[in-house]
């Protein structure tokens, strides 16, 4: 039988191990790397196109784009702040003041044209055949993000790209090989985006 400080040794040895195993640098390879789906709801942001539908009141019901100021204006209100909310926030503010002019008025907005805040899109720079921002959407992967800047371009090296990913104030690079996924079928690359993901794919030295 183990006697008290034999236990307790082994209790400090445990502890020394974790610790030097949190103190590690934030760099984990695809294989290791399995993150948990976002909840979020979509955050209207410059850009997007607003489909604001009044019931029975079709007159003052429009489809508007969101400035780059993040203001849109509508028949009878003018500059609403739109960027940051929620399609359903900004429906409930436009009741409230449609209330001055209609009784009971029931709005619905619905977002027709995605762009997102900065902080729901996904930006890809480097050697993509088109380098862009995207607006992020649920369920979104690596090869969903490839498809819609066209692949890799001439001169990429694909399988030493990196995915920049903020969460709670720390940054982790999360390595991926796209070519293996685009050009191999190699499904274990084909991560999960999350917003705000920074996909960098540098150019080939060769």
């Known amino acids: 039988m183990f006697t008290n400080i ?19 640098a934030p760099v984990v390879d695809n294989e290791a790397f399995e993150p948990a789906e976002p909840i979020n709801e979509y955050r209207i942001g410059p850009g997007d196109s607003l489909n604001i539908f009044v019931w029975r009141n079709p007159e003052i019901s429009v489809i508007v ?6 203001r849109v204006s509508t028949p009878l209100v003018e500059d609403m702040v739109a ?4 399609p359903t926030q900004l429906a409930r503010d ?22 997102g805040t900065f902080n729901e899109q996904i930006r890809v ?7 862009m921002a995207l607006p992020y959407r649920q369920h979104m992967s690596l090869l969903d993000v ?5 692949g ?15 969460s709670g104030g720390s940054e982790t690079e999360i390595r991926v090989r796209i070519s293996d996924l685009l050009h191999k079928g190699d499904i274990s690359q084909n991560i999960k985006m999350r917003p705000g993901d920074v996909l960098i794919i540098p150019r080939s030295f060769f």
């Open 6 to 24: 034999a236990i307790k040794s082994i209790i400090v040895s445990l502890a020394f191990t974790l610790l030097a195993a949190c103190g590690s």
């Open 65 to 70: 784009p969101v400035r780059p100021d993040g």
């Open 83 to 86: 960027v940051g909310k929620t």
């Open 94 to 115: 436009f009741e409230q003041a449609l209330a001055e002019f209609i009784k009971s008025p029931r709005v619905n907005v619905i977002v027709t044209g995605f762009v």
């Open 125 to 131: 720079v480097g050697m993509a055949t088109e380098p």
């Open 146 to 150: 490839m498809i819609q800047v066209g």
């Open 152 to 166: 890799l371009a001439e001169g990429a090296s694909g399988n030493r790209a990196k995915i920049i990913r903020n």
